[in-house]
């Protein structure tokens, strides 16, 4: 038991460090004051450093080596660090510290670049990202697929060829149903008016409540984008307001609080241990789109929240509980992805998956990034691309290396609406207690469901633990086909 119980108090400071390193990054997205940018970038790095040492530290080899698990979660714990381990071991200490100042140049670079609509500004830093990170994903692949060894740090288990299958047989239905909806002759209304921005901030924090998050261990504040941050007995959200698209507010806190109650309803006995946090980026997207989608953009739900918004601003411009629902769902032509309807939001993924592949396997330059995305856009939702702010330079996420991570977007629209259907058939009433706006039979299933587990079980185990069979794409589409044939009378 001693290398166990070693290895797992050493951890256990390394996770206790790293939520210190958390909360500086969301410091740095709330309330830091400005001036302190270049202080706070030298203080991270010095914490980045003292977790990369800590996670490289030849001692848990030894430990890993020596340790006996005594039970099914001492064996998972195990298996974690061990995973952890190996990968930061691969990459050579020199690679990952280049990696870390590039990229965070790189984002500045970005920032300026997309403020500016300048790719060519971009290019040059991004060119060096994406050599990085293919040293990285050779120094990572065991099998030489550059792809998979990226995507495996954000969906383990996870194959290009597989996410590649899985688009191929969502693509067409989407398409299909996006086509129905754009050619039919009753378009929604947009819900139009100005939004006081108190007003949507009480009702933004009523809307995390109902949703279960506890903000005895949370707190909610604005940031330019929102997110959640931490684990365990202290997890924070964020928030943005726009006067006039309140639903921007709302419907980003409901899914950062999807996120956020995740992490807060882990099992407390793997608090600060590898097991205390959600099981891989898939399955944490499936929690903030349950709640966002199936649930907060729900006939029942926005019945709910359409009374809530009467009462805090007035009578609405959509004026009955039909109207604001089909606003709510209303599907338009958009550049922009977080932005997108739940219809077109896979599509803008899977041009994502396309452009990423290439550029990590070489197929693809950066130099040509630019033409390769406005040609593929124009094909796939029929609209040209204005601006590169609109285009290329939308997404801060390859500018950060993350590379591999897009699809775990969609992974998780998928894993939701395989929860979704079984949560439904768990719990025939639940329909009614939502358009009440008492949501806690459906947090509460899949809070033991799913959050309670932490790490615990692989991404598709945890999935299928929770539905009874192996996740596919054929409950999301069902239900995305169902829902905007009723909203759109198709
Ligand atoms: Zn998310």
């Known amino acids: 038991m001693a290398a166990y119980d070693d290895l797992m108090a050493y951890q256990r400071t390394t996770e206790a460090l790293s939520q210190v390193a958390g909360r500086l990054g969301w410091d740095q997205e709330t309330i830091m004051p400005r001036g302190a940018a270049e202080q706070r970038s030298e203080e991270m790095g010095a914490m980045e450093e003292i977790l990369h040492a800590r996670r490289t530290d030849p ?3 030894d430990w890993l080596a020596a340790a006996k698990p ?6 998972a714990q195990l298996r974690k660090i061990r995973r952890t381990y190996e990968r930061n071991t691969k990459v050579p200490a020199d690679l990952a510290a280049e990696l870390a100042r590039v990229t965070s140049r790189a984002q500045g670079v970005w920032a300026e670049a997309r403020g500016n609509e300048d790719v060519a500004a971009f290019l040059p830093i991004l060119g060096q990202v994406v050599d990085l990170r293919r040293q990285e994903a050779a120094a990572l692949a065991s099998d030489g697929n550059l792809y998979d060894a990226l995507l495996n740090d954000y969906e383990p288990g996870a194959t290009g060829v597989e996410i590649s299958e899985l688009f191929g047989r969502m693509r067409p239905r989407l398409v299909a149903l996006r086509d129905k909806i754009m050619g039919a002759s009753n378009q929604p209304d947009k ?21 279960g998050y506890n903000t005895d261990r949370g707190r909610i504040d604005r940031s330019v984008h929102p997110f959640s941050s ?45 097991l205390g946090g959600g099981v891989s980026m898939g399955v944490h997207e499936s929690q903030s789109r349950i709640y966002e989608n199936q649930f907060g953009r729900s006939e029942a739900f926005t019945q709910f929240l359409f009374e809530k918004m009467t009462a805090q601003f007035g009578t609405l411009s959509t004026p009955d509980p039909w109207a604001f629902y089909r606003a709510v769902n209303r599907v338009s032509p958009s550049h922009i992805r977080t932005e997108s309807d739940e219809v077109q939001y896979n599509l ?54 993350l590379f591999g991570y ?10 939701a609406g395989c929860l979704f259907e079984a949560l439904k058939a768990d719990i025939p009433g639940h329909e009614e207690a939502v358009r009440k706006g008492e949501l806690s039979a459906v947090t509460d299933w899949l809070r033991d469901k799913v959050q309670v587990h932490g790490g615990l079980y692989g991404p598709k185990e945890v999935i299928e633990r929770a539905t009874g069979s192996a996740p596919t794409e054929e409950p999301l589409l069902s239900y995305l086909e169902a829902k905007f044939t009723k909203l759109y009378d198709l």
């Not at 897009?406 to 894993?415: A, D, E, M």
């Open 59 to 61: 001692r848990i080899g």
């Open 70 to 75: 005594a039970s099914e979660d001492q064996k």
């Open 191 to 211: 819900l139009v008016g100005q939004f006081d921005a108190d007003g949507q901030a009480k009702l933004a924090e009523t809307l995390a409540l109902t949703f």
């Open 230 to 274: 931490g684990s365990g007995l202290d997890v924070r959200i964020t928030t943005r307001v726009s006067e006039s698209d309140p639903f921007n507010c709302f419907y980003s806190t409901i899914h950062e609080v999807g996120h956020a109650t995740y992490e807060q309803n882990v099992d407390q006995a793997f608090l600060l241990t590898p």
């Open 348 to 401: 803008h993924v899977m041009m994502r998956f396309d452009i990423e592949q290439k550029l990590i396997s070489g197929q693809l330059d950066v130099a040509d990034l630019e033409e390769a995305w406005n040609t593929q856009f124009e094909a796939d939702f029929g609209v040209a691309v204005d601006k590169p702010s609109n285009g290329v330079l939308q997404d801060v996420h390859w500018s950060v290396g």
């Open 406 to 415: 897009f699809p775990t977007y969609s992974l998780g629209n998928v894993y």
